[in-house]
């Protein structure tokens, strides 16, 4: 575990708090969530509904507010009795899930840059990561390259849309093409959908196990924490066919065994908030995206436009820098401002290089000081 060590996210973070800076380098809201899920929290705090370890697969009333969600929104019959498990935030589950998918010496498949995790978690599997760069300039998945990488130990492809650190989000063709060529070789795949309800415009998030032929294949991955701006509860889920989530139950419940009884509560509320909470909530979250896009664009950078996620991508050539490493580095120390670059969430830096990840999810005014800071440096 030696080369995973360190983590371009504490790193930064640690310099924005030494320095002052605005810290658009790590992704969670400064605002909280829905009070009406706080105050479920509270309660079953106040009466002692989750002081003692929960049911180890979850709460079965949350694990029915899954269910009851991917129907609600995909249209996917998942049973809360055994098709789904309820983990300590969706890095648990992704953890426990590559875990019990996949066989020392096999191959992992995911596409780069990837969240840093990936990678993590793939090593403690005692696996081998290959990692498929997104197509250069537009950022968008290469089918055509993914069958190039494949190998014959190839198991397991691990894929997130909306996509972080891009910002790009999986159209129904390039899901149709990476549904075909997964069922062609007959790959298991991991969904990470933490953020499901992030999706922006049109960009409507499509579910892949909502494919021909994927459901049988496929663990997806939900995040309590994105999709209610309560990151520091923890609460996370997967759901699939009862074959593969009894394996993820398996590992998982040696991980944590079980975790978050109070929240657990909140978060089936969560899950049960009428459409007009998921809408506003993108609807908020692509007002702050303009704001920090438009500055950045202003500046001479090339904004590649986010369609989910809480996070823009910027091109930094246009604005005099070889790289997002240089810019990123100079960044705190001449502007007060934090932001990651790609190539530290990549084995491809020759692909990445250029480009740099900026978390949105800020309050008006910490957007509006970060471009006034940016204007100063940049010009
Ligand atoms: C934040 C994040 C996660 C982890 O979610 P938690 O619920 O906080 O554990 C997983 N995948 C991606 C892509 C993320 O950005």
């Not at 049988?216 to 209610?228: A, C, L, M, N």
């Not at 091109?315 to 502007?335: H, S």
Request: with cysteine; hydrophobic share 45%; glycine share 8%.
């Amino acid at each position: 575990m030696r080369s995973h060590e360190r983590t371009i996210f504490g790193e930064m973070s640690a310099l924005a708090a030494r320095l002052e800076a605005i810290n658009l380098g790590q992704g969670f809201p400064d605002t909280g969530g829905p009070p009406q899920v706080r105050q479920v929290a509270e309660r079953a705090i106040r009466e002692g509904l989750g002081d003692q370890y929960p049911p180890a697969h979850g709460l079965p009333d949350l694990r029915a507010a899954i269910s009851e969600h991917q129907d609600r929104f995909y249209g996917l019959q998942v049973d809360a009795a055994d098709a789904v498990v309820v983990a300590t935030g969706a890095s648990e589950a992704i953890a426990a899930a590559v875990l019990a998918l996949v066989e020392p010496g096999a191959d992992v498949m995911v596409l780069d840059p990837y969240f840093d995790l990936y990678g993590a978690v793939i090593s403690l599997a005692g696996a081998r990561r290959i990692a498929v760069p997104l197509v250069a300039d537009t950022l968008r998945p290469d089918v055509a390259a993914m069958s190039a990488a494949l190998t014959a130990n190839t198991r397991l492809l691990l894929l997130n849309s909306p996509h972080n650190p891009t910002g790009i989000v999986f159209n129904q063709a390039e899901l149709s093409d990476i549904a075909e060529f997964a069922r062609a070789n007959d790959l298991l795949v991991i969904a990470d959908e933490a953020y499901e309800h992030l999706w922006f415009d049109n960009n409507r998030h499509i579910p892949i196990a909502s494919l021909p032929g994927m459901w049988d294949r496929t663990v997806t991955i939900g995040s309590g924490g994105k999709s209610f701006s309560f990151t520091g509860w923890k609460v996370g889920w997967a759901t699939g066919p009862a074959e593969l989530i009894a394996a993820v139950r398996v590992v998982r419940q040696h991980l944590s065994y079980v975790s978050g009884g109070p929240f657990q509560y909140a978060m089936a509320a969560g899950l049960r908030l009428p459409d007009v909470y998921f809408d506003q909530f993108r609807e908020g979250l692509a007002q702050q995206r303009d704001r920090l896009c438009d500055g950045l664009a202003d500046l001479g950078l090339r904004v590649i436009a986010p369609q989910g996620t809480y996070f823009a991508t910027t091109d930094v050539r246009p604005a005099g820098f070889a790289t997002g490493a240089e810019f990123c580095q100079q960044l705190p120390y001449e502007a007060g401002v934090v932001a990651i670059p790609q190539s530290a969430l990549s084995d491809h830096p020759e692909a990445t290089g250029p480009y740099v990840r900026w978390a949105f999810c800020k309050q008006p005014e910490v957007l509006d000081e970060a471009l006034v800071r940016l204007r100063r440096w940049l010009g």
